[in-house]
């Protein structure tokens, strides 16, 4: 995991700062979504070799989520947005 | 006794002579001397046993790599096995002892297991020691492991401390031998902020170790120029003693200095060890090469050593290998001795040059033997003579010395932490390290660069991009180029012919035969091949066998080593130690402490503490004449029935609320309703997760329209938070919620028992008659006729009339004091969280004891609580599956033994009276369970299959691992009260 | 001696004897442990993946069940995943109905491995302990361990003192959170981790099973909604099933399929000392932080702690974890500080939503998935090879892996022994 994440309120902060959560890759389905929508949003993950999307907490910093995109090879970090910028839709 | 000390020269410091012993023997050297130097110096070639077959070893390297010189260094807490003798400083009053040899190293009865070699081969263990197959835990497997291992470690504690610590650069150089210093050097003059770490104690490397120069400069006058400038440089910082054992990503190098390894009385005040995280923008890996040992029969025999370690010792410590030595050489290193030898007047018997065409111009006294090999050495514990073969003929040669090169490794360790593959070069008969990777670019001879010049141009040459690449633009490199001199290395992997084992990994005893024999079984890739034969897995990673090893393989496959490849190279460079990586997390330290605001008033009102996650929490209060702790619970839970308690929760999570939406947020998070709330009253709400389980419950309060006031266990404290901010923040940024934790702000007390509103009534300035301030209430108050503002919240956990009140943290020693005097005429007591767990079992509340991560609401009796109404909220739409409606569910009933005399214990689990013990059979087991004195009996909350079903049904709580088998019944969880009359009251 | 069967090489059984005959002969008439066939245009099973569970399986099917024509695909050398990188600690001290006679299954095939497929794997039951430091943990052990022992699987509740007696290192003077007492699972213990799968693919490639090293997997082709075989680095094989056995790269494999899993990739470190006298005879598990230890017959202290918590492929861990597992360790044994850890390495572990593992068929006919098994993959090995077989042989699970079905997080009934829900980062 790369040693810095670009918090894009606070700036480059240490990983140690953060707390993953995981894939970001699917939204909340609507309340009437139906059982599979739902089974898919609680269970099914993206879990590439590659590029990735995920939901990651500033927790020691400004206390915002953020979408990480990153590499889960080379662990390189590509972006960090705010969560509630992107909406759900990454 | 051949090794010497040379009457004059070296680097060490005569006038500094230090005492050591080993094995128990009274030796001396001088500053400047490693252990290694320092036992050479007095003639003691045998130090050590090896791995398998306990052949006598001596010391091979001068340097990270040694395989054999292994010694226990240190006593008591301070014991230090394995420690390389060729790296550890002497320093006064050293004690080393040899390892792996009994009675003695040089006497070791370990040594007959050479004459069962044959039956040792690779990966022999594999293939017997399995009948009976009881006798592998009991006979075989004791002797294996007694036998193998190397030194004894310590079971006393440390007695030194450690730190870490961050730094960050835009150079890092590691390695300060002439491409290192090269590169420090030209970083150093542009301005940039540059890290040079080495791993020994004396930068130079090779200009420290060989005679060379540099146009008019000799190697040490170079040396002392650029260090003494470097030294100069406020923007260069020098960590001597300190290796650079890992690059990991983010180009964060770790390294470990040695802070007191070297000193023979430790200064408290200061760490032994300090690691360190480097943040480099760029690092130069100026790590130099590793001398490859020749593969021949005995070439293990103390006596034998690598030709660069020959002339390190003789130059940096003085001290020669032997009267009469022999070069066994494929290239330039093995002549570079033989001269540095004969310069000094030592006698070179013979130069053994492997290549049939070995370069003319030699213009010293030696014989050279080209095309020939060193077929055996013997000797045993001191190599005597050296049979050399040449063309079908042999000649035996008096020898007390053998200095071997076969050629040069790079060191490419680091290089390839982080998933670079090292790639075969024929040119250098080498694997190389990509030269620049993102963040890191090899230099000097770690890139196969050769001579002085070219590895100073090279180290200058490579800083100087990266500096201009950093922004640097003025960089200018501090040596002008200059042409590499390379000599065409022809390797040879192992001579042929040989009589004796001749050794390719010496630590773990993997000879060429293992090799051999390891590919014809179908363990030839080359992973295979060392998790078979070991080859490499010793502590010193295979820095020397790895190359050898590979070329073997090679041969025997009849393929490149290209093909072959290496095993995976990673961290750490060297073996570090614990105590370094721990730093001070340690004992008492381990984590860091969360005390209470009202840590202080419960320590002196007599608490005894228990740890609760980062938490110090008040278990109970013992007074005196009470010999149990049951006593003190029993008296604290029956005061606060019948008068009243104080108990500290303030652990508990806070978390302020606000914003227009904060209702509708919290509607959505809770599964029950929150948006009716009204101000000034609070609700018991249960918070799912997204799969339907409930994560955590709590109360939360309106304490104005937009202003909520959430509580939540002590354990999921700040996860709610997380979950919560989540919420808000990814899932519905559309909402106007905030959130703000103030656990830390407020004390949180709770006063319980029916004498509560009493007592408090005499501080809270409002009325809180039942009628202005009923069950649920939750207001902000005035306390002290105004002199403090708090909030009062009328919730019990106990079942009792009761209130929690929150006063801002610095005030909470205080205003329980207040409550204390107040109450003492009611009879107050202080109780600690065993009264409170019993009580809310009497009561039949649930924790995270039931609230497990594995029980839907309905399992809890919680299923009205569930909202039907509410289009959305989190966890709604998995409660539906099939699993979570079975009705086998295990679901909250209560337990009490048949007769109350007898007890069960919590964990116990629930069998139908007169079943057979099974899974099958199994019925749920007991999640909580106290005595209760209220009752007069054990009590226990258990999770049984449709228990709400069974109340009244006998059952035996069964705790095989007690051997305890209490019959039971299943009840109503609610023991006490189940009208809430006192509640109420 | 030489056995074997007409399809497979023949079999030089290992003995005491064997070893002393080939000694006499330097040791050069070992014949190989496995044949390094050519690929067949088609087999009956493939199974993609030579690490323990796949080698494991094909041995059951040709053993147990007489499946015989099959080949293991595997992209590297044979174990070169997680078989050949953990920390090997076999327990089955299980709490969930789901898991525990599973596990007990595999320690039973433990038990009688070596005889079994004629290897010295080294079983060595040196016993588990399981630290607890809190009232909380000691009723969650209770409650395990009455668990086990509803199963029969022998479990013990130690105390403070006992627990001194048998471990005096451990630091029970000073610590930041006490030592109250332990679980312990006398049966629990260590297995050379190497050994097993080498013993495995010996076995299977005896009874004619293909071991095809260095042979990618990097297509499945499917006709009429079956699939027919796989495209290879060695070129396409056809197959009657298809049996995925690719652990961390299971999502990978599937993808090949657009099969999404319930299934993240993390990594863990593990890490060895060097090597030491007889240190630590069992294997203990820390309580109150990530850390857990046995000692190698070879001396070294191998130990491991958390998984780093992000996903990843990369098979290499960070400096942090690296400090909190030994942070850890010398909590737990003080005198660790002045011992030098060697080596440190990562895996890729296929956490599952709800930590247990995936035994299955699949929405398509002939795959079969198994995958899930988090970082506890090891101990599984013989049970997890025995139970995929006996479900690709028969199209029927077996009883003990019953509970593994790829439809429990649809249908609610998650096997969930921490409770931590579906967040494999924290099971």
């Known amino acids: 995991m790369a040693s810095l994440i670009a918090c894009p309120h606070c700036g480059p902060r240490p990983k140690e700062e953060f707390t993953v959560r995981g894939d970001a890759g699917i939204n909340r389905p609507a309340p009437d979504a139906g059982k599979d929508a739902w089974y898919a949003y609680v269970y099914l993950r993206d879990n590439p070799r590659g590029r990735h999307k995920e939901h990651w907490h500033h927790t020691s910093g400004c206390r915002r989520w953020l979408v990480v995109e990153r590499d889960t090879m080379t662990h390189a970090v590509y972006s960090a947005v705010d969560a509630a910028v992107t909406g759900e839709t990454v | ?693 409930i994560y955590d419950d709590g109360t939360t309060s309106r304490l104005s329209e937009n202003h909520f006031f959430m509580t939540t266990t002590t354990a999921y404290a700040a996860g709610v938070m997380n979950h919560l901010e989540f919420c808000a923040q990814a899932l519905w940024p559309d909402l106007d919620v905030q959130f703000a934790s103030s656990t830390d702000q407020w004390a949180q007390i709770a006063v319980a028992g029916p004498k509560s509103r009493a007592i408090l009534q005499k501080i809270v300035d409002e009325d809180i008659s039942d009628a202005a301030f009923p069950f649920l209430g939750a207001r902000e108050v005035s306390l002290f006729g105004g002199r403090l503002a708090g909030r009062l919240f009328r919730i019990s956990f106990s079942g009792e009339l009761a209130y929690e009140l929150a006063v801002p943290a610095g005030y909470g020693e205080a205003v329980a004091d207040a409550i204390m005097e107040a109450g003492a005429e009611h009879g107050i007591c202080p109780y600690g969280v065993e009264a409170l767990g019993v009580m809310r079992i009497e009561k039949g509340h649930v924790t995270h004891s039931e609230i497990n991560g594995t029980v839907i609401p309905s399992d809890l009796g919680f299923a009205k609580m569930v909202s039907t109404t509410k289009p959305d909220f989190i966890g709604k739409a998995m409660l539906s599956r099939e699993g979570m409606t079975d009705r086998d569910r295990l679901s909250l009933v209560g337990v009490k033994p048949l007769d109350p005399a007898t007890t069960f214990k919590t964990g116990s689990h629930i069998l139908v009276e007169g079943a057979t013990p099974s899974l099958e059979n199994d019925q749920g087991y007991v999640s909580s369970s106290c005595y209760s004195p209220t009752i007069g009996s054990t009590v226990g909350l258990a999770l049984v299959k449709r228990g709400p079903e069974r109340h009244g049904e006998h059952v035996t709580v069964w705790n095989d691992l007690k051997g305890e088998y209490t019959k039971a019944v299943l009840c109503s969880p609610v023991f006490f009260d189940p009208e809430n009359g006192k509640l109420h009251g | 001696m030489i056995s074997g069967n007409s399809h497979g090489a023949p079999i030089m059984r290992y003995s005491a004897f064997s070893v002393f005959l080939n000694a006499l002969r330097g040791n050069t008439t070992w014949k190989p442990a496995w044949r390094s066939p050519l690929p067949k245009n088609h087999y009956d099973v493939i199974i993609v993946g030579g690490g323990g569970h796949g080698l494991a399986t094909a041995y059951y099917l040709a053993k147990e069940f007489g499946v015989t024509n099959v080949a293991v695909l595997e992209k590297g050398y044979i174990g070169s995943g997680n078989v050949g990188r953990n920390t090997t600690i076999i327990r089955s001290n299980y709490l969930l109905q789901g898991n525990n006679p599973f596990y007990e299954l595999s320690m039973k095939l433990w038990e009688g491995l070596e005889q079994d497929f004629n290897f010295n794997a080294m079983v060595s039951q040196r016993g588990v302990l399981n630290l607890y430091h809190s009232d909380a943990q000691r009723d969650a052990y209770t409650r395990r361990g009455n668990a086990m022992r509803l199963h029969g699987v022998d479990s013990e509740l130690l105390d403070r003192n006992a627990v001194r007696q048998m471990l005096p290192f451990l630091d029970f003077d000073n610590a930041r959170f006490p030592i109250q007492g332990a679980l312990m699972q006398k049966r629990g213990g260590t297995v050379r981790h190497d050994a ?199 199209n029927e699970p077996h009883e003990t892996g019953r509970a593994f079905r790829l439809d429990r997080f649809a249908r609610g009934r998650m096997i969930d022994e921490k409770g931590v829900g579906a967040q494999p980062n924290l099971h």
């Open chain 2, 1 to 693: 006794m051949s090794s010497f000390r040379l009457s004059s020269g070296g680097r060490i410091d005569r006038s500094k002579p230090l005492d050591f012993t080993f094995d128990g023997k009274p030796m001396q050297g001088y500053a400047g001397d490693t252990v290694a130097s320092a036992l050479l110096a007095n003639g003691r070639q045998l130090v050590g046993r090896s791995f398998k077959y306990h052949r006598p070893r001596g010391i091979l390297t001068a340097g990270a790599a040694e395989p054999n010189a292994l010694l226990t260094i240190g006593e008591g807490g301070r014991t230090e096995p394995n420690t390389r003798a060729t790296v550890a400083e002497l320093y006064q009053d050293l004690i080393a002892k040899s390892q792996n040899r009994w009675p003695s190293v040089d006497f070791d009865l370990g040594a007959v297991n050479g004459l069962l070699s044959p039956f040792l081969g690779a990966g022999f263990y594999y293939k017997t020691f399995m009948w009976p197959a009881a006798f592998w835990e009991k006979v075989y497997e004791p002797i294996i492991r007694k036998a193998a291992g190397l030194g004894r470690a310590t079971y006393e504690p440390d007695p030194d401390t450690y730190e870490k610590c961050w730094a960050h650069c835009d150079l890092l150089v590691i390695g300060a031998g002439p491409a290192g210093l090269a590169a420090a050097l030209t970083a150093g003059r542009a301005g940039a902020r540059v890290i040079l770490a080495d791993e020994g104690f004396e930068p130079g490397g090779s200009l420290i170790s060989e005679s060379t120069s540099f146009q008019d400069r000799s190697a040490t006058e170079l040396l002392a120029q650029m260090v003494a400038e470097l030294e100069s440089l406020p923007n260069v910082r020098l960590l001597m003693r300190s290796t650079v054992f890992g690059w990991y990503d983010g180009n964060v190098f770790g390294a470990v200095e040695r802070v007191q390894k070297h000193v023979g009385t430790v200064d408290p005040h200061r760490p032994m060890e300090r690691l360190w995280r480097i943040a480099a923008k760029q690092a130069i890996l100026a790590s130099g090469a590793e001398e490859r040992p020749m593969v021949f029969g005995g070439n293990d025999i103390p006596g034998v050593m690598m030709a660069g370690a020959v002339r390190s010792y003789f130059h940096r410590q003085a001290v020669a290998p032997g009267r009469q030595t022999v070069v066994f050489t494929n290239g330039g290193s093995g002549y570079q001795t033989a001269a540095d030898l004969e310069a000094r007047g030592l006698d070179v018997a013979a130069i053994v040059d492997s290549r049939a065409d070995a370069p003319t111009g030699w213009a010293g006294k030696a014989r050279i033997i080209s095309g020939g090999v060193v077929r055996d050495a013997s000797g045993g514990k001191a190599l005597s003579s050296i049979a050399i073969s040449k063309g079908g003929s042999v000649e035996t040669i008096k020898a007390d010395a053998l200095a071997m090169s076969g050629g040069w490794s790079p060191i490419i360790h680091l290089a390839c932490h982080r998933g670079a593959r090292p790639v075969w070069s024929d040119a250098k008969s080498a694997f190389l390290a990509p030269e620049r990777q993102d963040g890191l670019t090899v230099a000097g001879s770690a890139a196969g660069v050769e001579t002085l010049a070219a590895c100073l141009a090279d180290g200058a040459e490579k800083a100087r991009q990266i500096l201009v690449d950093l922004g640097f633009s003025n960089a200018g490199a501090a040596f002008a180029p200059a042409a590499d001199k390379p000599e065409h290395a022809r390797p040879l992997w192992f001579v042929r012919g040989s009589k004796g084992k001749a050794f390719v990994d010496y630590q773990n005893d993997v000879h060429v035969r293992d090799l051999v024999s390891a590919v014809g079984e179908g363990y030839g890739h080359v992973e295979l091949a060392k998790r078979y034969t070991t080859n490499g897995m010793a502590t010193d990673q295979g820095k020397l066998s790895n190359i050898n090893a590979i070329g073997i393989l090679a041969e025997a496959r009849k393929v490149s080593p290209a093909d072959v490849g290496t095993t995976t190279f990673r961290p750490f460079y060297t073996p570090l130690s614990f105590g370094a990586l721990a730093g001070t997390s340690r004992g008492k330290h381990f984590q860091p402490v969360r005390k209470s605001p009202l840590h202080d008033w419960a320590r002196k009102n007599g608490a005894v503490f228990v740890e609760t996650g980062l938490w110090y929490r008040s278990s109970w209060f013992p007074k005196s004449g009470e010999t149990t702790w049951r006593e003190s619970v029993d008296r604290e839970v029956l005061n606060v029935r019948k008068n009243a308690g104080i108990c500290d929760v303030s652990t508990l999570g806070k978390i302020e609320i606000f914003g227009k939406d904060a209702a509708e947020f919290l509607n959505r998070v809770y599964c029950n309703a929150f948006l009716k709330l009204p101000v000034g009253k609070a609700r018991y709400g249960l918070m799912l997760r997204e799969d339907g389980m």
């Open chain 3, 196 to 394: 097993v799968a080498w013993g495995y693919a010996r076995g299977a490639d005896s009874r004619g099973v293909d071991i095809i090293q260095n042979c990618e997997v990097t297509g499945i082709r499917r006709e009429n909604g079956r699939v027919t075989g796989v495209e290879t680095s060695q070129g396409f094989i056809g197959c009657g099933k298809l049996a995925l056995a690719a652990a961390g790269n299971s999502t990978v494999v599937a993808d090949m399929v657009d099969m999404k899993l319930p299934i993240e990739s993390h990594v863990l470190q593990a890490f060895v000392s060097e090597g030491l006298k007889p240190f630590i005879d069992n294997v203990v598990t820390f309580g109150a932080g990530h850390f857990y230890v046995s000692q190698s017959d070879k001396g070294g202290l191998v130990f491991g702690g958390d998984i780093d918590g992000y996903n990843s492929y990369a098979q290499r861990g960070n400096l942090a974890t690296v400090e909190h597992v030994a942070e850890a360790g010398v909590a737990m044994i003080p005198a660790l500080s002045r011992v030098r850890v060697l080596r440190s390495w990562g895996g890729v572990m296929d956490m599952s939503m709800d930590g247990s593992p995936i035994i299955d068929r699949t929405h398509i006919d002939n795959l079969y998935l198994n995958a899930g098994w988090c970082y506890g993959g090891f101990k599984a090995t013989p049970a997890s090879g025995f139970c995929y077989a006996h479900l690709i042989a028969k």
